[in-house]
């Protein structure tokens, strides 16, 4: 029996705004299915720089590789599925390939706490860092396209637990 109810919810964001903390207790305390973008688009960037403008093209196909292994798992499992991913440019390409898919069944949130606190949670990771000026760039993409996504789709999690986030503006 098809579950019709189930949700693709794309959770995006600049680099250390908490889309992984957020994707990962979504998968233990509410069973969602998780596709890590940032690593099915290494195939078409192994040193990263998906912004970059000569990098365009491979950002596409990125995209496309995405959406195919996406439509995939959805179709296949009856799970709703969290992508996390930053998305790195194209975004409104992006979004329009998957809307065009999933219709009303997608949900698109970004994760948009204060610059300060994404600047702290990046250099907390440790493992790695997106760093201040690129933050500071993905931002301002994100910023650019509020009326696009809508402004009631972007949260902000400052001083926020990941916990005290997904209680107020995730209901599943």
Not at 82 to 109: C, H, Q, S
């Amino acid at each position: 029996m098809k579950n019709h109810n189930k949700k693709l919810l794309i959770l995006t964001g600049p680099g250390g705004a908490g889309k992984t903390t957020i994707a990962e207790i979504l998968v233990t305390k509410y069973n969602f299915l998780l596709i890590d973008g940032d690593n099915l688009d290494t195939e078409f960037f192994p040193n990263g720089e998906q912004w970059l403008p000569k990098n365009s093209r491979n950002l596409g196909k990125a995209h496309n590789k995405i959406l195919d292994y996406t439509k995939k798992l959805f179709n296949e499992q009856e799970k709703n599925v969290v992508l996390d991913y930053i998305i790195f440019g194209r975004y409104i390409e992006f979004f329009e390939k998957f809307k065009n898919e999933f219709g009303n069944r997608l949900i698109i949130k970004v994760l948009f706490p204060s610059f300060e606190e994404m600047i702290k949670r990046d250099w907390d990771r440790q493992c790695w860092t997106t760093g201040a000026g690129r933050i500071f760039t993905v931002r301002k993409e994100f910023e650019s396209m509020k009326k696009y996504i809508g402004k009631e789709n972007f949260i902000n999690s400052t001083k926020q637990t990941p916990e005290e986030t997904i209680k107020k503006y995730f209901k599943f």
